[in-house]
C-alpha cells in the first residue's frame, strides 16, 4: 500500500501513526473486547477517552479554568447559528468582518436571529485582504465581535488579533492547533474538527464561562452552550469515534512539542511553497503578501485551459485533491498540520516539472 499525499481542504489529511493506532485499536480498544465505537458515551472507558481530550487541548492552547471547552456536533455551519442564539440579546447588534466565503455564511446565518453590523468587509479586493482595523464601523451595542482568522477558499489570515470591547467571537476551523494563540483574547473560539483536529463529525467551542447563561429563551438544547457545559458535553450522544481520534491527534501533537513546534513546521512549509509560486511567471496567488494563509495555498496557472491537465497529472502523481474551490476556481493546495514537508516538496518538484513542460 502506498499512501498519497493529500492537500483535501477538509475533510483533511491525518496522521498516519494516528491512523495506524486507530487501526490497531479497531476489534480489541485496551483489552476490552469491543471497539471504542461500539461502548456506551457514559462508560468509563469513553469518558476517560473525553477528558483525557479535554485535557489535552487545554494544555496545546493554553486554555484556563475560566473556558468550558465543549465537544459537539453539526460541524462549524452550526455554530454560525448558536453563536447569536447563546450571545445576541434583543437590543443588541452582532459586528462580523466578511473576509470571504466562511464570514458571509456566519452572516447571513446570523441575520436570521437579530441585528447584524457587519463593520468591515474587503469583498472590494475580491477578499484578497483584509480591512485595516482603522476603518472597522463597530457598534456600540454589540454583544460581540465575530471574525473568521482563516478563510478557507480564499487562503486569506489574520496574523494579528481583533481588538474590540465586546467579546471575541472567532471560526478557527481552518487555523486551529496550527499556531499558538492566546485564547484569553477571545470570548467564543469554534471549530469543525476536519481539518486539524479529527475526522468531520465533531465540533469544539471553547467559550469563557461568564458568557454562558445569555441564550436566546427560544436556543434549543442541542444548541445551547450551557447546557453542554453543565452535561460535560455529554447532554446526548457525542460522537465518541471522532472524539477518540481527536484524543489521539492531540498526543500527536503533544509529542511533536505543541503548537509552537508545529508553528515552525507550518511556516517552513508554507514560505516554500509560497517562494515557489512567486518565483514563477507560471503560478500566481493573488493575495495580499500580509495575510496569506499558512494552511490554504490557492493558485492559478497562467493559462486555466491547462488546469485540467494539471489535475489530472497531478492525481497521476500522487498528489491528491488540489482542485480549487468551485467558487474561485484554480487549484488550491491545503497544508495542515498533518500534511508533512515532504509533501510540500513533492508538490513544488511536480509544479516546477510541469511549468517546464507547460510554460
Ligand atoms: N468555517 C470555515 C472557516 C470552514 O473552512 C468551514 C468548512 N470548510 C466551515 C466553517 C464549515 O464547517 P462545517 O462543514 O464543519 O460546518
New binding site residues.
Partial sequence: MTRKYNFC??PAALPESVLEIARDDMLDWHGRGLSIMEMSHRSAEVVGVAEQAEQALRELLGVSDDYAVLFLQ?????Q?AAVPLNLLGANQAADYINTGQ?SK??IAEARRFGTVNVAATSEDTNFSTIPARDGWQLSDNAAYLHY?P????GGVEFFWTPEADAPLVT?M??TILSRPINVDDYGVIYA?A??NIGP?GL?IVIVRRELLGRAHDLCPAMLNWQVAAENDSMYNTPPTFALYLAQLVFAWLQGLGGLAAMADINRRKAQKLYAAIDGSDFYANPVDPACRSLMNVPFTLADDALDKVFLAESEEAGLLNLKGHRSVGGMRASIYNAVGEDAVDALIAFMQDFEQRNG
Avoid: L, P, R, V
Fill in positions: 481542504a477538509g453539526g460541524g462549524a455551519s452550526t454560525f466562511w455564511k456566519a473568521t482563516n478563510e478557507t477558499i471560526d476551523s481552518s469543525g476536519q481539518k468531520a465540533t
